[in-house]
T-cell receptor
């Protein structure tokens, strides 16, 4: 299967921490990607995980558990500009390494 | 990271016409992909356009409707043929750099069919 599940919407307060979860079921799994997309703009690459564990990159971190088919994106010290859609995508070696996207999580950061 | 440009950035087209979208990359990449993002939706893969092979289309997309060219390692085109209002969407190309696993997107082409 190619199901990617993530919450539709989340709200968090400026300065706080938010975790966006993603579960996937995919054969030939070959990596988990997170993208940020502001309204009217193209997706911006945030992170890539292929091995279990946590990858940290500044205020953003991404975690992967292959055995559980689970990933999360952690955003720290939230800023108003972090309000955007966050897309989880799995890569599948059976499909020419293209990405299969979830529907995205719309994050609203409030003052 | 690779820098990707697309032309046109947006267009308004009449039903029944065709539009060719160009994707230019500032470095040589083997793997290139074309996606569609309809209003309020996530991204859907149209086809994989790797240089040196025929484009591979996903279920629901056919070559007659979305012909693709990939003449070299830095350029590709996607044509949306015989357009209908249902083709109104954002079309994005993306690439995976040969030296790594990261995939980057172009800025997209916003197409409106009237």
């Amino acid at each position: 299967g190619q199901n990617i599940d993530q919450p539709t919407e989340m709200t968090a307060t400026e300065g706080a921490i938010v975790q966006i979860n993603c579960t996937y079921q995919t054969s030939g799994f070959n990596g988990l990607f997170w993208y940020q997309q502001h309204a009217g703009e193209a997706p911006t690459f945030l992170s890539y995980n292929v091995l279990d564990g946590l990858e940290e990159k500044g205020r953003f971190s991404s975690f992967l558990s292959r055995s559980k088919g689970y990933s999360y994106l952690l955003l720290k010290e939230l800023q108003m500009k972090d309000s955007a859609s966050y897309l989880c995508a799995s890569r599948n070696s059976n499909s020419g390494y293209a990405l299969n996207f979830g529907k995205g999580t719309s994050l609203l950061v409030t003052p | 990271s690779a820098v990707i440009s697309q032309k046109p950035s947006r267009d308004i087209c009449q039903r029944g016409t065709s539009l060719t979208i160009q994707c230019q990359v500032d470095s040589q990449v083997t793997m290139m992909f074309w996606y569609r993002q309809q209003p309020g939706q996530s991204l859907t893969l149209i086809a994989t356009a790797n240089q040196g092979s025929e484009a591979t289309y996903e279920s629901g997309f056919v070559i007659d409707k979305f012909p693709i060219s990939r003449p070299n390692l830095t350029f590709s085109t996607l044509t949306v043929s015989n357009m209908s209002p249902e083709d109104s969407s954002i079309y994005l190309c993306s690439v995976e750099e040969d030296r790594g696993n990261e995939q980057y997107f172009g800025p997209g082409t916003r197409l409106t069919v009237t």
